[in-house]
């Protein structure tokens, strides 16, 4: 393959800047995010251990919260699926990131849910024994939740890591090269007359 047949490809590859650096900011503001969210939506208290009386709606606040972000991640997984740039090497990696990301995010809803869920039947519990088993289902079920947050947090900064070093690329290729071609000049007229 010739140098001009692949600097051609290349070029082809490439994701404009300002669409990498629109995508990376927005990347960069989803990831931070969802990182604190798995930092203040917190099930125990001061000592470590599940309040006697936990809040049945600000646990339920927390699937709510993470729905939220989840609905997020998905909308830009789906729009960058449905982007002409997800189709190229660059663009397939980032699209693998953002759909665990979308996965990641979506797990962590029902975890929160099933927490609040056990929050409220806590007061019907029939013995110590029981109480113990929801406590702990408890903190595995938002312990587990929160830790989705976190991996699809890590899933959005590695898809802008990816394309952060895509911009490298166009250290390369001079701004007229990466702009499309322009259209061929109209044709001119004829030195024939009639």
Do not use: C, W
Request: no cysteine; net charge neutral.
């Amino acid at each position: 393959m010739n140098s001009d047949v692949r600097r051609e490809r290349i070029q082809h590859e490439l994701i404009p800047r300002d669409d990498t650096l629109r995508m990376i900011g927005a990347l960069n503001d989803l990831e931070a995010r969802l990182a604190a969210a798995a930092e203040r939506y917190q099930l125990l208290d001061d000592s470590g251990r599940v309040p006697a009386v936990p809040s049945y709606a600000e646990l339920l606040q927390h699937a709510a919260g993470a729905q939220a972000l989840s609905y997020d991640v998905v909308q830009m997984t789906v729009e960058f699926a449905r982007s002409l740039h997800s189709t190229n090497r660059v663009g397939s990696r980032v699209l693998a990131h953002l759909a665990t990301a979308a996965t990641m995010s979506s797990q962590a809803v029902p975890n929160f849910a099933e927490t609040a869920e056990n929050a409220l039947s806590l007061p019907r519990s029939s013995g110590p024994p029981d109480r113990q088993y929801r406590d702990n289902r408890m903190v595995i079920d938002h312990a587990t939740a929160r830790a989705y947050l976190r991996r699809a947090s890590e899933s959005l900064r590695d898809a802008a890591k990816e394309l952060d070093a895509h911009l490298d690329f166009h250290r390369f290729f001079p701004a007229q090269a990466r702009q499309q071609s322009p259209e061929p000049p109209p044709p001119r007229p004829s030195a024939r007359h009639r």
